[in-house]
């Protein structure tokens, strides 16, 4: 396949990257050769007979050296703005400064920048103007080009690792035309040419196990998924998640192959192991640590599951801490106080499991213990990134679970409800003792880039 963007050497010269012009800067300083560099000016120094440009591209910087033209009577660099796009030819060049250079023969604009250029040392400074206008970010802040490049990989590392372990990637639809949410608010739209209703899909699960169902052993989708919830710092209505789901395995094998992911994803991405995120270093290399809910609350809360196993129960020792589940259902509030008051605490990679079987009714019970399922959720750095799981594989305790959740989050009318759910008639065909895992890919990378809004690892975070 031909390298895109660079035609072949007899219709012209090739260009280089910044990154390869700088690597062979010192060869070529010895038997110095016409070379082509195109680049954004990132900044510009003009004397009266010498200008200088900064050029660069997503490999790197390059100072560009512009001798006057004597011809000219509009100074040198005439015509060139900061945030310009330029192409230069030239040769390697050393000035006094040492600092590896182009001397440029000829030069011309090939995109003019029209707006005004954020200031060098700050970029954009303010948050909203950022988000507003992404492209500007990317163009005046390197961290942020480099840390969305890195995104990327992460990305791409996930899913080649998954591949090569025999998962296959399936697109399952966005649209539902059946409510399917679980505990999530859905966001509704109406569907004109069906006159209906449909719901934007807050997870992937119900129809990846329906692949399962139909002889698929291991399928994994990457996409976004949506709430219609409430926007914090580490919370947007719409984010991505890698989901996927094996035949023959339980939670210890999805616990496993989540470390094995993040820790493989991230040294290719970041090229470390090591984090620092808001203050606290974080180590992806060691094995990860795995503490259970009810010993986790003994700990940090003072209290086991026995102690709060009924709503009055509940919301006395909520109140108690200072916590307020005044609005929430039972399995909610059991949900926010495991939030605030355990994994705040679990700085370094932790699976915390064993959860109630009211905070996941898609859990398959642990076997000495119909109350507690077989989830988890794995932590870092006070966060929960990944949320892990037995699947339940009996239609009939499946249907009645999810009856129970509807009837506690008050649901039936409209049609917003789990009744013919198709998860429970796919579990009929037979479905085999199966785990999921679902990572979600901006909790992830608000840990590895040091981010402290999600909102920043979104790379057009719309809302």
Known sequence: MPELGRRSQDQQESYQSMRDFNAAFADSLQNPSPVQLRGRVAGIRRMKTIGFADLKDMTGTVQAVFPADEESTSGVLSGVSLGDIL??????????????????????????????????????????????????????DGDSLEFFSQ?????????????????QEFETPVLRRRFQSGQARPFIAHHNSLDSDVYMRPTSEVELVQLIAGGFERVYELGKSFRNEGMDRMHSPEYTTLEAYAAYTDYDDMMLLTEVLVKNAAFKAF??????????????????????????????????????????????RAMQLGIDIENLTYSQG??????RLVVPRLIQPTFLKEFPVSVAPLGKAKSYDPKIVERAWACIAGMGFADISSNLTDPDELQQRLELQDLENKLGIGGQNHA???????????????AGVGIGINRLLMVLGDRQNIKDTIIFPEI
């Open 87 to 140: 192409r230069v030819n030239g040769v390697p060049f050393l000035p006094k400064s040492q600092q590896p250079s182009i001397l440029v023969s000829e030069h011309d604009v090939v995109a003019k920048f029209l707006d005004r250029y954020p200031d060098k040392f700050h970029g954009v400074r303010d948050v909203g103007k950022r988000r507003d206008n992404f492209p500007l970010q990317l163009i005046s």
């Open 151 to 167: 995104a990327s990989t992460l990305v791409r590392a996930f899913r080649d690792n998954l591949n090569s372990l025999g998962f």
């Open 271 to 316: 090229g470390k192991m090591e984090f620092f995120v808001d203050g606290n270093a974080v180590d992806l290399s060691g094995i990860w640590d795995q503490v259970t809910v009810n010993d986790a609350l003994r700990t940090y809360g003072g209290f086991s599951l026995t102690d709060v196993e009924t709503e009055g129960q509940l919301r006395d």
């Open 334 to 339: 059991i949900s926010k106080l495991i939030e």
């Open 420 to 434: 013919n759910n198709p998860l429970v008639k796919a579990l009929r065909y037979g479905v085999p003792p199966t």
